[in-house]
Structures are given as structure tokens and as C-alpha cells.
């Protein structure tokens, strides 16, 4: 089944600076990326996702980008703010239904962003 | 807001008791998915509804079963709860529909999760 890595664990920025996260997935078979946020006691947000066949994609201030062949994604948030302060997971599944897998979301273990003033 | 509601927001039950937690999916989704978070940790994949079918199980054992019905609303039920049982459930609604490859599954969205503490 798939795997999937993620680094770092923790990541504390000034406020304004670029953090980054990064992930790694071991399922060929996987062609959909999304990262979610999750703040303290609430469920995971979707922020941005990213398909099999697209390398890059950006929405504002946030930026993902897809390596297939090394099978690795990274998140970039750039002029970070304190409300970007979060647990931020990737995760990796195949959109199509397998046979009894159903299609699964398999995350990583999660960064912790602390954006400091 | 996703438009994902989950009920009910916290509960506490005692060992060997059952449990019945809902979910109802945002408009226009048909699937619903179920995972669970232990504190610190990422969702694990419990199963998924579509159809009103199981569609999928992740490495939890039978007490833990669902439900879905006709308006794409799902139930999780976990029944012998043990301590380990503590921790965060959520689900996540989606929209599945046919294509040249079978059926596709787009983006699951999260609820707020209901917070169940096994004493």
C-alpha cells in the first residue's frame, strides 16, 4: 500500500519569511496531492492540491510542486503570517475507485508551522 | 466551512460500550469516508460509503462499522469501545462519478470531527 513521508516534523519561521514542507510517496499508482491544515481542534481544511499531470501549481501565497518520477511534492507558503500557524499534512491517493480499496487518503505525519512575530 | 457536519461534537463513554457517531456530506457529494486521529497523528483511513456500499476498509477491525443512506449521510459505529478507541473521528464527503476507467473519486472534504474519549 502507498507511504507517505513527510518533513519536517516541526518548522518555526519569522513572520514574512517562506517555509516550506516536504513529502514523499511510494504508490506509482497515486495521481491526486492535496495538503490540508489543521488548527486545534478542527478538521483538516483543504488549501491546495495538485494532479498527477501538472508539476506546479499556485494559489496566492501558496505553491505546490510535483516531482513524479522522484515521487515527491513540496509545499511552499511564502510571506508567511501568524495565522498560518498550524499542523499541515500532505496526503496521496489514487482518484480511481479500486476494486474493495475505495480510494483512500494516506497521510504523512504532519508539520507543525509556528510563525513567530 | 466545507459544509461537512459531524455529530455529536465530543463524547465520553466507558469500555465495552457502543457508539453511533453521524455525518452528513455537503450538498452535491455522494461518497463519504471515515478516518480516524489519534492526538499527534495524521487521519488513518477507516472506510468509505459509496452507493451505500462498504468501498474500501483500512486496517481496523469489525466492531468498527457504517452505515450510509439514501440522502449520502453516513453513520460510524464502534461497538466493545476500548481505551485505544480515544481520539479524534472525522469524515470526509466527496463526489464519485463514471468515467472512461471506472469511477473517480475527486475531493474528499473534512468535517469538524467528533472528539470521543473511552474511559
Known amino acids: 500500500g502507498e507511504n507517505v513521508e513527510q518533513h519536517p516534523s516541526t518548522l518555526s519561521v519569522q513572520e514574512g519569511d517562506s517555509a516550506v514542507i516536504k513529502c514523499t510517496y511510494s504508490d506509482s499508482a497515486s495521481n491526486y496531492f492535496p495538503w490540508y491544515k489543521q488548527e486545534l481542534g478542527k478538521g483538516p481544511q483543504l488549501i491546495i492540491d495538485?494532479?498527477?499531470?501538472?508539476g506546479e501549481k499556485k494559489d496566492q501565497r501558496i505553491a505546490v510542486t510535483l516531482n513524479k518520477t522522484a515521487k515527491h511534492f513540496s509545499l511552499h507558503i511564502t510571506e508567511t503570517q501568524p495565522e498560518d500557524s498550524a499542523v499541515y499534512f500532505c496526503a496521496a491517493t489514487s482518484t480511481y475507485i479500486l476494486t474493495g480499496g475505495g480510494n483512500k487518503l494516506t497521510f504523512g505525519t504532519g508539520t507543525q508551522l509556528k510563525v513567530e512575530l | 466551512e466545507t459544509g461537512v457536519t459531524q455529530s455529536p461534537t465530543h463524547l465520553i463513554k466507558t469500555r465495552g460500550q457502543q457508539v453511533t457517531l453521524r455525518c452528513s456530506s455537503q450538498s452535491g457529494h455522494n461518497t463519504v469516508s471515515w478516518y480516524q486521529q489519534a492526538l499527534g497523528q495524521g487521519p488513518q483511513f477507516i472506510f468509505q460509503y459509496y452507493r451505500e456500499e462498504e468501498n474500501g476498509r483500512g486496517n481496523f477491525p469489525p466492531r468498527f462499522s457504517g452505515l450510509q443512506f439514501p440522502n449520502y449521510s453516513s453513520e460510524l459505529n464502534v461497538n466493545a469501545l476500548e481505551l485505544d478507541d480515544s481520539a479524534l473521528y472525522l469524515c470526509a464527503s466527496s463526489s464519485t462519478s463514471g468515467g472512461p476507467k471506472g469511477p473517480r473519486t475527486d475531493t474528499q472534504y473534512f468535517g469538524p470531527g467528533t472528539r470521543l474519549t473511552v474511559l
Open positions: 495538485i494532479r498527477s499531470n501538472v
